[in-house]
């Protein structure tokens, strides 16, 4: 059986720096196992895993953009050294879990001067190309109950004459419709069009 969308794969993997050091591998240890098309893995793996089969072997290069994001310098932030309480001595490379709207998000240190320190939201692989060495173990169909948490739940409201109304910021969704609505996007049994972030509807 080929990968394709919702099918189990179980693959061996090998992540590499573009300077050829290991950054993680699942050697010595269990296959990684994912759902194709659920959106469990990096978007350029899973573009990359599609019509490979058991016993496959072949690298991969993932671009930062579909990765973990490009660096964004926004996402860094002097803070005093004292909002880190409990904390002998602030050194770079710390991190910690800061509470925000979305839940907790994890900071590095990038830098302490004095009594100053930089704080880094970005992934620590943003902006960073991704090589991956894959080893296809296994392919199969993923059940009904394995796919069931990854279903879409479509937040549009029928207004009638074919029109329906996006309720996704009730729910906390930011909608690429921009609140204008969709048209001829749900099908009346609860799908929708709506393109929206997998964070939300992978549930």
């Not at 990854?150 to 009638?160: I, R």
């Amino acid at each position: 059986m080929k990968i394709a969308d919702k099918t189990v794969v179980q693959m061996h993997y090998t992540l590499t720096s573009d300077e050829g050091a290991v950054i993680d591998s699942s050697a010595g240890r269990e296959p990684l196992q994912y759902i194709q098309g659920a959106h469990m893995i990096v978007v350029g793996l899973e573009k990359a895993m599609v019509g490979h089969d058991v016993g496959d072997k072949f690298d991969v290069k993932v671009i930062p953009s579909e990765g973990y994001g490009e660096y964004d310098e926004r996402m860094t932030q002097e803070v005093p050294t004292s909002v880190f309480q409990g904390v002998d001595k602030v050194e770079a490379g710390m991190q910690f879990y800061a509470q925000t709207p979305m839940g907790p998000m994890p900071i590095r240190i990038k830098s302490v001067n004095g009594d100053k320190a930089v704080i880094d939201a970005n992934h620590e692989l943003a902006g960073k190309n991704l090589n991956f060495a894959i080893e296809v173990v296994s392919v199969r169909e993923a059940t009904e109950d394995e796919l069931k948490p990854f279903e879409h739940h479509c937040c549009c409201k029928d207004k009638g004459e074919g029109e329906h109304e996006c309720h996704c910021k009730e729910e906390g969704h930011e909608c690429e419709c921009g609140g204008q609505g969709h048209k001829e996007n749900c099908d009346g049994n609860g799908g929708c069009g709506c393109p929206h972030h997998d964070e939300h509807h992978n549930k």
